[in-house]
């Protein structure tokens, strides 16, 4: 019974401990004796008492990193902070391990040195401007960087460039002047399309006015030309209707003195009278004639 209770102790003090189990996404690298033995990824693993030990537990998963914003000058000597974000993963556990001292603070000093060779190649106006270019360099850069120490960099994004407070109020000068200059554009703009849009409606409407009158003036036209020409077939007809009818000499007369009464009743202020009614019939004589004539 004692044995049995002895050998429990053991199995507990050794065996126990010595079972590890590797989760998913992460790897564990195994020294045995002082020296690299293996990496372990996930899964059940049991590791030799007094001989192995886990060296490092390395996460397998992306790895964000906001760092600290850094002095960098720009080519036109311009001091400001910029902060960084790095994106990177372990590929290699075991040359994460041993390759690098504190891996982490690596990458920040070497992108914060990386930065400092960029800026310094640009100005101001390309710093503020070109972050996609920026990213790319430093991506670049650092990825061939840390090929060594099993790390590898997916994406690296300029989080923030804070230029000095006096650039920062001569910008937002800038900026304002240029919103007031667009602002003065678009009212000016917006001016002369109202002065266009009324100067045709005036056109428009004169035009339709021109056309109104021209109109009226066609049909005022052609109503007296029609009344014209019915006066003047009502005439024809009258005189038509004479000649067919054949009248004596006593209507022609009796014809003549309505005429002159016509005369008198407008507005003409001489009336010739013949001296005698003997030359009244000869006018009716006469107007006899012609109507033949005409005939």
């Known amino acids: 019974m004692g044995i049995l209770i002895i050998i429990l102790i053991i199995v507990g003090v050794l065996v126990i401990p010595n079972i590890k189990i590797v989760p998913q996404a992460r790897a564990y690298v195994i020294e045995r004796v002082g020296s690299y033995f293996q990496t372990w990824s996930n899964g059940l693993h049991i590791k030799i008492p007094f001989l192995d030990r886990v060296a490092n537990q390395v996460s397998l998963k992306e790895i964000v990193k906001d760092f600290a914003p850094q002095p960098v000058i720009t080519k036109d000597n311009v001091t400001m902070q910029i902060d960084t974000v790095v994106y990177f993963q372990i590929t290699d556990p075991k040359l994460y391990t041993y390759g690098v001292e504190n891996p982490i603070n690596a990458i920040e000093n070497l992108t914060a040195t990386t930065l400092r060779n960029i800026i310094g190649e640009l100005e101001l106006d390309q710093t503020l401007t070109s972050r996609d270019i920026i990213n790319a360099k430093m991506r670049t850069i650092l ?75 066609i049909k005022e036209a052609e109503g007296e030309a029609e009344a014209l020409l019915k006066m003047k077939n009502a005439e024809a007809e009258g005189i038509k209707i004479i000649k067919e009818s054949s009248p004596d000499q006593k209507i022609i007369t009796l014809k003549s003195l309505e005429a002159l009464k016509e005369i008198a009743n407008g507005n003409s202020t001489k009336i010739i009278v013949p001296s005698d009614l003997q030359n009244i019939a000869t006018l009716g004589t006469t107007i006899k004639e012609m109507m033949k004539d005409g005939k």
């Open 143 to 217: 990825d061939e960087a840390t090929d060594p120490w099993g790390i590898k960099v997916n994406r690296v994004e300029v989080k923030n460039i804070i230029p000095p407070r006096d650039i920062q109020e001569a910008m937002e000068k800038q900026m304002r002047a240029e919103r007031e200059r667009r602002e003065k554009i678009l009212q000016a703009e917006g001016e002369k399309k109202s002065a266009i849009l009324i100067a045709e409606g005036e056109k428009e409407s004169a035009i339709l006015r021109a056309e109104a009158k021209k109109e009226a003036q």
